[in-house]
C-alpha cells in the first residue's frame, strides 16, 4: 500500500465508529472476527485499486470496510444453514446505507461483492470486481491457514 494515510483518512469514520466495533464480536472464518477480515479486504482492495489507477479509492475502501457489515453470528445452528450466502449481501448494504449514509454506488458494490455465488448479481463497476476479487483472496487464506 503506496499511500498509507489516504487509507487511513478514508477508513477512519467507519473503524472508529461504534456500530462497526461490533463486528469484532463476529467470527467470519476460522478464529478470524468480521472486523479483522473486513479491514483485510479493504487494505487488499486499496491496494489494488492503487495498482489499477481506481480514482474513486473513497468507495472502494469504505465498500470494502463494510462488505460484510450483517451484525449477526451466521455460525449459530439457524444461521448456519439459512441463506446468508445469498442474503448478507442486501444485509449489509442496507445498513452501510442506514449507518454510513453510503451512496448507491457503495451499496452496489456492497450487493455484488459475492458473485459468482451470487450468479445473477455480478459487480457493475471495476471497484465492484477489485472487492470480490479481495473478498476471495482474503477468505481464502483466512479459510486454509485460520490464522
Known amino acids: 500500500m503506496k499511500d498509507a494515510k489516504l487509507f487511513d483518512e478514508l477508513s477512519k469514520e467507519i473503524l472508529e465508529s461504534g456500530i462497526f466495533s461490533q463486528?469484532?464480536?463476529f467470527i467470519q472464518h476460522g478464529r478470524i472476527s468480521v472486523y479483522?477480515?473486513?479491514?483485510?479486504?479493504?487494505?487488499?482492495?486499496?491496494?489494488?485499486?492503487?495498482?489499477?489507477?481506481?480514482?474513486?479509492?473513497?468507495?472502494?475502501?469504505?465498500?470494502?470496510?463494510?462488505?460484510?457489515?450483517?451484525?449477526y453470528d451466521w455460525h449459530v445452528p439457524e444461521k448456519m444453514w439459512s441463506l446468508h450466502g445469498?442474503?448478507?449481501?442486501?444485509?449489509?448494504a442496507e445498513n452501510a446505507k442506514?449507518?454510513?449514509n453510503a451512496s448507491e454506488k457503495e451499496w452496489s458494490l456492497i450487493r455484488t461483492h459475492m458473485w459468482p455465488y451470487t450468479l445473477l448479481h455480478p459487480p457493475c463497476f471495476k471497484e465492484g470486481w477489485i472487492i470480490c476479487l479481495s473478498d476471495k483472496i482474503v477468505s481464502l487464506l483466512e479459510t486454509i491457514f485460520k490464522r
Open 23 to 25: 463486528s469484532r464480536e
Open 36 to 71: 479483522t477480515h473486513s479491514l483485510e479486504v479493504a487494505r487488499m482492495s486499496f491496494s489494488l485499486a492503487e495498482f489499477f489507477g481506481i480514482p474513486d479509492k473513497r468507495s472502494v475502501v469504505r465498500s470494502a470496510l463494510l462488505h460484510d457489515f450483517f451484525l
Open 86 to 92: 445469498w442474503t448478507h449481501p442486501v444485509t449489509a
Open 98 to 100: 442506514k449507518y454510513f
